[in-house]
């Protein structure tokens, strides 16, 4: 249980074009879903959180006009990196968490990671 | 940077050894928990340790928590060529929001 899947896994693009990035709880419903990116060989950094049926909110620093989220459903949120530029090039990570659990023992459950290259 | 740290950022041993890495986080917390990420994939969670816990053990893997010091371990016994990956600690506080230490590269030499 508690698979989270990423969709891409990986996006070529050309600079100003838009992606979209889906990340899908599979088998549990997500109240919250975290963007997060990472660099190489770097640790992962929080982007947004998402609740499900309201506006994310982003970690300062974070352009929300550049990185449009939007969490639909309790099993889906979309991560849009709108008119891409090579400087966006990175690997971007979804997780989940189960609204059910408590906060002593909560769980973000990770994506598999979509790798984007804006040349 | 609330980012956590850890050390050593990169450790090499042989199999069959064990494996210490170390985590400081700087917020109070209600779990530390601990990650794997394989190159270039997602990260897989290994155990979690909540705030009124000081150790626990799941098959080879120990990890321990001083709230005192705001520092974790991860202890890893008799390593295999398998283990090897990124490994990374993340303190979960109030906002339930997860943040992440630097990361350690354990590379196990068959």
């Known amino acids: 249980g508690a698979v989270v899947s990423q969709h891409p896994s990986r996006v070529i693009c050309k600079s100003g074009t838009s992606v979209k990035i889906e990340c899908r709880s599979l088998?549990?419903?997500?109240?919250?879903m975290f963007w997060y990116r990472q660099f190489p060989k770097q640790s992962l950094m929080l982007m947004a959180t998402s609740n499900e049926g309201s506006k994310a909110t982003y970690e300062q620093g974070v352009e929300k006009d550049k990185f449009l989220i939007n969490h639909a459903s309790l099993t889906l949120s979309t991560l849009t990196v709108t008119s891409a530029h090579p400087e966006d090039s990175s690997f971007y990570i979804c997780s989940a968490r189960n609204g059910r659990e408590r906060a002593s023992t909560d769980t973000q459950y990770f994506g598999p990671g979509t790798r984007l290259t804006v040349l | 940077s609330q980012q956590g740290e850890e050390d050593p950022q990169a450790l090499s041993i042989q199999e069959g050894e064990n494996a210490t890495m170390n985590c400081s986080y700087k917020?109070?917390?209600?779990?530390l928990q601990w990650y794997r990420q394989n190159s270039g994939r997602g990260l897989v969670h290994l155990i979690l340790i909540r705030s009124n816990e000081r150790e626990k053990h799941s098959g080879r893997l120990r990890v321990t928590l001083d709230t005192s010091k705001k520092s974790s371990s991860l202890l890893i016994t008799a390593s295999r060529a398998a283990d090897t990956a990124s490994y990374f600690c993340a303190s979960s506080g109030s906002a339930r929001q997860l943040t992440f230490g630097s990361g350690t590269q354990l590379t196990v030499l068959p």
């Open positions: 088998d549990f419903q997500a109240t919250t």
């Open positions: 917020t109070s917390i209600n779990n």
